[in-house]
């Protein structure tokens, strides 16, 4: 069940300390919360966010909003509706109800361009696994994502393997 991103996330130090794409997560699961709006303008859901949070910077706020935000929108989980400057949460996006359903998707999507990318690299190699280390850091993964796909892929390579012949 959604809840307001006052409910998750307790301060505006903790708000603030979110990566862009956690955060995002937050946000979706608020717009989710709050179903009454139709679309919603990013400067004023982060002057309406900002003041929630007491004794804070509300420039250091509003700012980590706005960035997480506009991560939404580069992603397609936000898009453009009627006037400037105003939103609406696309298909893609209405799938988010709860900040955990963003990581699991982002996750996903990882796990499958870099399963592509291992097999484009390395034509289905085995030794891949010695360098994919190497190659999802070029990629801009950081530790917990590339250990995250790398059970993912020995999951795939071992089932592989482990599946019982048909008989004819």
Avoid at 1 to 22: G, H, Q
Avoid at 26 to 39: H, K, Q, T
Avoid at 89 to 111: E, F, N, W
């Amino acid at each position: 069940m959604s809840k307001s991103i006052f409910d998750r996330i307790s301060s505006a130090e903790d708000l603030v300390a979110k990566d862009t794409k956690e955060l995002a997560g937050f946000i979706m699961e608020d717009l989710a919360y709050d179903s009454s709006p139709l679309r919603w303008n990013p400067d004023n859901y982060a002057s309406f966010i900002s003041p929630g949070y007491k004794n804070c910077n509300q420039e250091e706020v509003q700012r980590s909003i706005l960035e997480a935000w506009y991560w939404l929108v580069s992603k397609g989980y936000l898009v453009p509706k009627g006037d400037a400057g105003w939103f609406v949460t696309s298909r893609k996006g209405a799938s988010i109800r709860v900040a955990t359903d963003l990581q699991i998707q982002l996750r996903q999507g990882i796990r499958e361009a870099m399963e592509k990318l291992v097999y484009e690299e390395t034509r289905g190699n085995e030794e891949c696994y010695l360098n994919f280390r190497e190659l999802a850091n070029r990629k801009g993964l950081d530790d917990s994502e590339i250990d995250d796909v790398l059970q993912h892929l020995k999951g795939i390579h071992h089932s592989d393997h482990t599946q019982t012949p048909k008989k004819d």
